[in-house]
């Protein structure tokens, strides 16, 4: 579902992402591990291209990913992504922000993309809020409308970029619960977070990241009770001793 082969990126003399080698088969929860600046936002963001890269290939579903123009956009449109910062649009109601996409982008009637809407809000447990304005919400709550918003363009693939990383503690659990079910449902999902009880009991699979490389790549059982590098073993012996 999401190839990327020999991915090189530099910002300035710094290089972030080094000879990246990644497949991720469709249905798949691939969770990408690593401690701050080790790359791990950056792959995230250059699998829709936010982040153009210097070289290398990046597919999605099998097809290249454009440079730019309406082939890019298309292929934007199969890929949801959920930010630290839900960035949805102010002076919008949670039912407009969430069937904006479909209506302007997948053409969709107006009616039929609030009818998805709503059913989308029910699943992420706040379709009573559709007519609030995202100020009135939590962050719990605001960041579940924007897993909702990019669910309704019925994306191939959903990349997560730390999405409870700007929460309060208790507000966690709500957005990572949603993430949970999507992963039991099948859908293929690429998450960078620091949650590691969501990486162990929702992830197929964890990369480890460290110095914009992939350090390892295995199961969370194995990466978690045997990693094989030093560096994943000092970031393991940093975060799981607290």
Known sequence: MVGMYDVEKHFGSLHVLKNIQLEVPAGQVLVVLGPSGSGKSTLCRTINRLEPTDSGRITIDGVPLAAEGKALAQLRADVGMVFQSFNLFAHKTILQNVSLGPIKVRKMKKE???????????????????????????????QRVAIARA????????????????????????????????????????????????????????????????????????????????????????????
Do not use: W, Y
Not at 132 to 140: D, E, F, I, R, V
Not at 156 to 184: G, H, Q
């Open 112 to 142: 039929a993309a609030e009818e998805l809407a709503v059913s989308l809000l029910e699943r992420v447990g706040i379709a009573s809020q559709k007519d609030k304005l995202p100020a009135q919400l939590s962050g719990g709550q605001q």
């Open 151 to 242: 669910l309704a363009m019925k994306p191939k693939v959903m990349l997560f970029d730390e999405p409870t990383s700007a929460l309060d503690p208790e507000m966690v659990n709500e957005v990572l619960d949603v993430m949970t079910s999507l992963a039991k449902e099948g859908m293929t999902m690429i998450c960078v977070t620091h949650e590691m009880g969501f990486a162990r009991k929702a992830a197929d699979r964890v990369i480890f990241m460290s110095e914009g490389e992939i350090v390892e790549d295995s199961t969370p059982d194995s990466f978690f009770t045997d990693p094989q590098s030093a560096r994943a073993k000092d970031f393991l012996s940093k975060i799981l001793t607290h």
